[in-house]
């Protein structure tokens, strides 16, 4: 009888690595995707994409829109609009989602947009009234 030698085994394999996380709202409660967002540590449009959902999940939750359009403002002026704009959507008296709109309007260039958003703050008077002003 002749002895067989058993095929080589396939050479290790490292698993892939596990994709990015993304937000998955399905079956998620809004503080299930907030403490996500919170948690999440990876590049910046992740996190944008994750907090957006939770936006989409708790369109009224203006105070955290206000938080992160200051937080990314300078830095991302574009996504910062976009924030400010569901905050004040959420709030209209949210003076300092208008000011956020207003600066983030302004480091764009956006003269018009500017403006709509700084009359309304100006027009809510206040402490964000007066850092609106300071941005003419």
């Given at each position: 009888?002749?002895?067989?030698?058993?095929p080589?085994?396939?050479p290790?394999?490292e698993?892939?690595?596990?994709?990015?996380?993304?937000?998955?709202?399905t079956?998620?409660?809004p503080?299930?995707l907030?403490?996500?967002v919170?948690?999440?540590?990876?590049?910046?449009a992740?996190?944008m994409?994750?907090?957006?959902?939770y936006?989409?999940?708790?369109p009224n939750?203006?105070?955290?829109?206000?938080?992160?359009?200051?937080?990314?403002?300078?830095?991302?002026p574009a996504?910062?609009?976009?924030?400010?704009?569901?905050a004040?959507?959420a709030n209209?008296?949210?003076?300092r989602?208008?000011?956020l709109l207003?600066?983030?309007?302004?480091?764009?260039?956006?003269?018009?947009?500017?403006?709509?958003?700084h009359?309304?703050?100006i027009?809510l008077?206040?402490?964000?009234?007066?850092?609106?002003r300071?941005l003419?």
């Open positions: 009888s002749t002895a067989t030698t058993p080589p085994a396939p290790p394999t698993p892939a690595p596990a994709p990015p996380p993304t937000a998955n709202p079956g998620q409660t503080a299930q907030l403490a996500a919170r948690a999440y540590h990876g590049p910046y992740g996190m994409t994750a907090y957006n959902a936006f989409d999940a708790a939750d203006w105070q955290t829109m206000n938080s992160l359009a200051e937080r990314i403002a300078e830095a991302h996504d910062a609009e976009s924030v400010a704009r569901r004040v959507t209209p008296n949210n003076a989602g208008w000011f207003a600066f983030s309007r302004k480091v764009q260039g956006n003269r018009a947009g500017f403006r709509e958003a009359g309304r703050c027009a008077g206040g402490q964000w009234a007066a850092e609106c300071a003419e």
